[in-house]
């Protein structure tokens, strides 16, 4: 399958701070980026899906002012989450696709711990 | 509301056996589906894709699709204590978000 990798692995910051997260698909070239939220034995919450040159499209409840998405590329993708706050201590995974009707490849995660 | 149902388990088989993992949709219009593996405190994999009825063999993985009853299963041939982990049915109708199921617990037992 196709590859997508994210970076950092595992990120700890100081409440307060912004946190960038970046999410590369590696050998392919995803026009559309996913990017969800995971508490621990919860189930995938999406977040937002971005398209490759486009403002994206959060889901409800997620405010895009604390989130912020890019997709300048179409192979990358970059979350930041701003002001962070303990409350958004979780594990953040990207997936990306070709196109709308492609198979969704995920990164590894980075798991956030603010402090 | 696109919901896709799965049962969470724990769904617990002895090891050799054939795991039977279920999902139903809602969205009558679906047109993709989707199997993926999650490890605890991994992200999730693909292990397979169907989008027509019938079955689709991969290995020791099969998938069925009966899209009349809006139900797709997975089954796992010869179960390892590796394949323990929690199974996410996936569903897509036209140019939408994937919707998931809150997946099944799987566990094989040595």
């Known amino acids: 399958g196709a590859v997508v990798s994210q970076h950092p692995s595992r990120v700890i910051c100081k409440s307060g701070t912004s946190v960038k997260i970046e999410c590369r698909s590696l050998?392919?070239?995803?026009?559309?980026m996913f990017w969800y939220r995971q508490f621990p034995k919860k189930s995938l919450m999406l977040m937002a899906t971005?398209?490759?040159?486009?403002?994206?499209?959060?889901e409800q409840g997620v405010e895009k002012d604390k989130f912020l998405i890019n997709h300048a590329s179409l192979t990358l993708s970059t979350l930041t989450v701003t002001s962070a706050h303990p409350e958004d201590s979780s594990f953040y995974i990207c997936?990306?696709?070709?196109?709308?009707?492609?198979?969704?490849?995920f990164g590894p995660g980075t798991r956030l711990l603010v402090l | 509301q696109k919901e896709v149902e799965q049962n969470s388990g724990p769904l617990s088989v002895p090891e050799g056996a054939i795991a039977s993992l279920n999902c139903t949709y809602s969205?009558?219009?679906?047109?993709?589906f989707f199997w993926y593996r999650q490890y605890s405190g991994k992200s999730p994999e693909l292990i397979m894709s169907?989008?027509?009825?019938g079955d689709k063999e991969d290995g020791r993985f099969t998938a069925q699709l009966n899209k009349a009853s809006q139900y797709v299963s997975l089954l796992i041939r010869d179960s390892q204590p590796s394949d323990s982990a929690t199974y996410l049915c996936?569903?897509?109708?036209?140019?939408?978000?994937?919707?998931f199921g809150k997946g099944t617990r799987l566990s094989v037992i040595a």
């Open positions: 050998d392919f070239q995803a026009t559309t």
């Open positions: 169907i989008y027509s009825n």
């Open positions: 971005s398209n490759e040159g486009s403002k994206a499209t959060y």
């Open positions: 996936a569903v897509r109708s036209g140019n939408t978000p994937l919707v």
């Open positions: 969205d009558r219009v679906s047109q993709s």
């Open positions: 997936s990306a696709s070709a196109g709308w009707q492609e198979t969704q490849y």
